[in-house]
């Protein structure tokens, strides 16, 4: 494997005044948010500063009428869950602030598919693993959630300020507060023969 193909393992920042920042916080008490990119093994980290979430199961009908029945035989055709949430990545330093900057753009390019050199055509299965939020884990044994991320999304927080470079003459400006909203479908869970977890036991979704 070449030193391109290996899988980038992005953790949250670490910097000399990651102490002073949130990041020493989360770092300490172990709240980091994961996002793996399961076709390639990359993985990007930020501090787990939840600001919004929701989970919908909706389950999929279909109906069929006979003739002299009153009432149509209504049947199940399967069950999504739709998952949202968002986040805060907050900066205390121009250091910190590049390194978000960052780990944002790589959870952006976790949206696209892995492409092969040769064809340019994508290869692997587009799902993105979340993991370090307990209302996210599948089982008590898989701390984490398998899903196809359908949208993410950032805005920056302007009017909780901006960070400047010492070197005005960069131009350098970056914002304290940017909050991430990611959604996306879940996957269900499968078991070492490849076959699908039914989810009727305690332990799935597992909270905590």
């Given at each position: 494997?070449?030193?391109?193909?290996?899988?980038?393992?992005?953790?949250?920042?670490?910097?000399?005044?990651?102490?002073?920042?949130?990041?020493?916080?989360?770092?300490?008490?172990?709240?980091?948010?994961?996002?793996?990119?399961?076709?390639?093994?990359?993985?990007?980290?930020?501090?787990?500063?939840?600001?919004?979430?929701?989970?919908?199961?909706?389950?999929?009908?279909?109906?069929?009428?006979?003739?002299?029945?009153?009432?149509?035989?209504?049947?199940?055709?399967?069950?999504?869950?739709?998952?949202?949430?968002?986040?805060?990545?907050?900066?205390?330093?121009?250091?910190?602030?590049?390194?978000?900057?960052?780990?944002?753009?790589m959870l952006l390019q976790m949206?696209?598919?892995?492409?092969?050199?040769?064809?340019?055509?994508?290869?692997?299965?587009?799902?993105?693993?979340?993991?370090?939020?307990?209302?996210?884990?599948?089982?008590?044994?898989?701390?984490?959630?398998?899903?196809?991320?359908?949208?993410?999304?950032?805005?920056?927080?302007?009017?909780?300020?901006?960070?400047?470079?010492?070197?005005?003459?960069?131009?350098?400006?970056?914002?304290?507060?940017?909050?991430?909203?990611?959604?996306?479908?879940?996957?269900?869970?499968?078991?070492?023969?490849?076959?699908?977890?039914?989810?009727?036991?305690?332990?799935?979704?597992?909270?905590?």
């Amino acid at each position: 494997m070449s030193v391109a193909e290996r899988p980038q393992i992005r953790g949250i920042y670490s910097g000399d005044d990651a102490n002073v920042s949130v990041v020493g916080f989360a770092r300490n008490k172990g709240y980091v948010l994961t996002f793996e990119h399961e076709a390639t093994g990359h993985t990007v980290s930020f501090p787990s500063i939840i600001e919004s979430f929701s989970d919908g199961h909706t389950a999929g009908t279909s109906q069929k009428t006979f003739a002299g029945v009153m009432d149509p035989l209504i049947t199940q055709a399967g069950t999504t869950r739709d998952i949202a949430l968002s986040f805060k990545v907050l900066s205390a330093s121009i250091e910190e602030a590049r390194y978000n900057t960052q780990s944002i753009n790589m959870l952006l390019q976790m949206m696209y598919p892995r492409l092969t050199p040769e064809t340019g055509r994508g290869v692997g299965l587009p799902y993105i693993r979340i993991s370090g939020f307990s209302m996210l884990n599948d089982t008590k044994s898989v701390r984490s959630t398998k899903c196809i991320v359908q949208n993410i999304s950032y805005s920056l927080n302007t009017d909780e300020g901006f960070i400047m470079s010492k070197d005005t003459a960069e131009g350098e400006l970056h914002p304290i507060s940017i909050t991430i909203a990611v959604s996306a479908r879940a996957i269900l869970p499968v078991d070492d023969s490849e076959q699908a977890v039914q989810p009727y036991p305690i332990d799935y979704p597992r909270y905590r």
